[in-house]
């Protein structure tokens, strides 16, 4: 699976972005989607995963309520909706992608290239 994250920008605090992360190859559907983030000197981290058919969706404690997780299957393209934004989310964003749901991120596969996104105080 190749995938391709964009949507980042730079955005006011209390904004709102949404990711988009573009997957080509092998059968998207298969396949659980996830998004990470990493700000400067930190590690990266789990945001937000869906499993394969959409039904279930999984969110880091700084995301839930503000954040949504989506995927269109027939678009192969997963998505990051993030309402409220605040400087602390400032990072680049990952997608990724693996046969299962993980919080780990050496648990998934499949990466994309990240976008970078900006919260301005």
């Known amino acids: 699976v190749q995938l391709q994250a964009y949507g980042g920008g730079l955005v006011q605090a209390g904004g709102s972005l949404r990711l988009s992360c573009a997957a080509s190859?092998?059968?998207?559907?298969?396949?659980?989607m996830g998004w990470f983030r990493q700000a400067p000197g930190k590690g990266r981290e789990f945001v937000a995963a869906?499993?394969?058919?959409?039904?279930?969706?999984y969110y880091a404690d700084s995301a839930k309520g503000r954040f949504t997780i989506s995927r269109d299957n027939a678009k192969i393209t997963a998505y990051l909706q993030m309402n409220s934004l605040k400087p602390e989310d400032m990072a680049v964003y990952y997608c990724?992608?693996?046969?299962?749901?993980?919080?780990?991120?050496?648990?998934?596969?499949?990466w994309g290239q990240g976008t970078l996104v900006t919260v301005s105080s």
């Open positions: 869906i499993n394969w058919s959409g039904g279930s969706t």
């Open positions: 190859g092998r059968t998207f559907s298969n396949y659980a």
């Open positions: 990724a992608a693996d046969s299962s749901v993980s919080y780990y991120d050496n648990m998934w596969y499949y």
